[in-house]
């Protein structure tokens, strides 16, 4: 069974696949949707519990006008399209970020398949839109402090608060487009997702190279921080404790 759980994916490269052609970067964009249905397909046939793709982040607002209507578009036809699907297959789909900012019916639309889905048992689908990965953990923060005024916060404190905790932490990390940068995408959540970064433009990335690097890293030993896969997480917090009590009484080994 493999150990990737939660894939993300930095959907990116759309401007320039269409540059290239000699066509206006939207129409990347648009070409671009079209891969996203087959990827969700794709991760839920592989049996991912997760796939959360960035699809517009808080950077991107400064974007020309009719290059941030069409992917605000693309994101209703995509649900009014994939909605029965959605329903049908048992995903549970999300939108993460601040979307208020949105056209009142995409809104609508969104809460709509959110509220359908959400007893839904299978993948858990979400599309990070108007997102920023500090935003959130700022968010979180503020959050508890509002609740738990005077306490201090733990790990798992603010892993509960992020927008979609039953997510997970994210295994495995996707760009497509060729750059090497993370791009303040679920800072709080990669913290030891492997990273993937191929030269594929999104709208040339299809279901056998999605497929190939899902195998590939699982195939990668994934540490934690330790020296070799041990076995489970019980017994590394044990050998961390022996080893810090050992020091605390004065150790010198
Ligand atoms: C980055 O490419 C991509 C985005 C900012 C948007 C990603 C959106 C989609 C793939 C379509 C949206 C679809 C749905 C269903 C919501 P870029 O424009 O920055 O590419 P570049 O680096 O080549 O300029």
Redesign the pocket.
């Known amino acids: 069974m493999s150990t990737i759980k939660h894939v993300a994916i930095i959907?990116?490269?759309?401007?320039?696949?269409a540059k290239k052609r000699f066509r206006p970067?939207i129409w990347?964009?648009v070409r671009?949707?079209g891969v996203?249905s087959d990827i969700v397909e794709a991760a839920d046939e592989v049996g991912l519990k997760s796939l959360t793709l960035y699809?517009?982040s808080t950077e991107?607002w400064s974007r020309p006008l009719d290059e941030v209507s069409t992917?605000f578009k693309?994101?209703k036809k995509?649900l009014m399209k994939e909605k029965a699907r959605i329903l049908s297959n048992n995903i549970k789909f999300k939108v993460i970020g601040e979307i208020a900012n949105l056209p009142k019916d995409t809104i609508n639309l969104i809460r709509d398949v959110e509220n359908l889905s959400s007893n839904a048992t299978g993948l858990n689908l979400t599309?990070a839109f108007s997102y920023g990965g500090r935003a959130e953990i700022v968010r979180a923060i503020n959050n508890f402090n509002e609740k738990n005024p005077g306490t201090a916060m733990t790990e798992s404190d603010l892993s509960s608060l992020m927008y979609r905790p039953e997510a997970g932490d994210v295994d495995l990390m996707i760009r497509t487009?060729g750059d090497q940068r993370i791009s303040n995408f679920l800072l709080w959540q990669m913290a030891y997702a492997e990273l993937f970064f191929t030269p594929t433009?999104?709208p040339d990335f299809s279901v056998s190279e999605f497929k190939k690097i899902i195998e590939h890293v699982s195939n990668r030993e994934r540490r934690f921080g330790n020296v070799s896969a041990q076995s489970g997480l019980d017994e590394t917090a044990e050998q961390a404790q022996s080893n810090k009590s050992l020091f605390a009484k004065g150790a010198n080994v």
Request: aromatic share 20%; hydrophobic share 50%.
């Open positions: 959907m990116d490269g759309n401007g320039r696949w970067r990347g964009h671009g949707s996203v699809a517009f991107n992917l693309l994101l995509f599309f487009g433009a999104w």
